[in-house]
T-cell receptor, first 117, second 112 residues
């Protein structure tokens, strides 16, 4: 079974600054995906960024980037130039890669990020 | 294109009743998954359907069930509701073979 740990329940950052959200996971799988999802007050889970475990290069999406350390089983999210709209709950999630099929997501407990004006 | 649509947005039910929640996936998505979100337990996987077949099931009692129709729309049913079933129920859809899911805005179920 997989576990995903987000040890920081809350973080706060000043607008325009950079913040890093931490995530660690545990698995015996060798092929998997890692995700960061954002859940604003509207409740909809929005995919922020995705990392394939077989890729050594860290994924980036505009102001969002990850630091993926496979050996350490660490997957942190860096948000640059923080904006007020980044205020939300952020979830780290793990999904094993199964040939020809999707699989279930295992989520961490989430972290509440507040961006201060 | 339209996203994942869940109805209703809010629901209040009494203990012992049953409830049916609906999810319409993104057009072309054949995989639909359901998750329960509570403050105490976080996000927990309920089940996944593909082509009208349940492929994967989480650790929930038999009171929780679901189905998928030929147009990929899915419903989940909870019978004999308990207070602890109060939660946000999220539906997510995905193309087969692609990673990641697109989520709906959820149904907020309150059991009184």
């Amino acid at each position: 079974a997989q576990t995903v740990t987000q040890s920081q329940p809350e973080m706060s950052v000043q607008e325009a600054e950079t913040v890093t959200l931490s995530c660690t996971y545990d698995t015996s799988e060798s092929n998997y995906y890692l995700f960061w999802y954002k859940q604003p007050p509207s409740r909809q889970m929005i995919l922020v960024i995705r990392q394939e475990a077989y890729k050594q290069q860290n994924a980036t999406e505009n102001r969002f980037s990850v630091n993926f350390q496979k050996a350490a089983k660490s997957f942190s999210l860096k948000i640059s130039d923080s904006q007020l709209g980044d205020t939300a709950m952020y979830f780290c999630a793990f999904m094993p890669l199964l040939t020809g099929a999707n699989s279930k997501l295992t989520f961490g407990k989430g972290i509440t990020l507040s961006v201060r004006p | 294109k339209a996203g994942v649509t869940q109805t209703p947005r809010y629901l209040i039910k009494t203990r012992g009743q049953q409830v049916t929640l609906s999810c319409s996936p993104i057009s072309g998505h054949r995989s639909v998954s359901w998750y329960q979100q509570t403050p105490g337990q976080g996000l927990q996987f309920l089940f996944e359907y593909f082509s009208e077949t349940q492929r994967n099931k989480g650790n929930f009692p038999g009171r929780f069930s679901g189905r998928q129709f030929s147009n990929s729309r899915s419903e989940m049913n909870v019978s004999t509701l308990e207070l602890g079933d109060s939660a946000l129920y999220l539906c997510a859809s995905s193309l087969v073979g692609l990673s990641g899911y697109t989520f709906g805005s959820g149904t907020r179920l309150t059991v009184v």
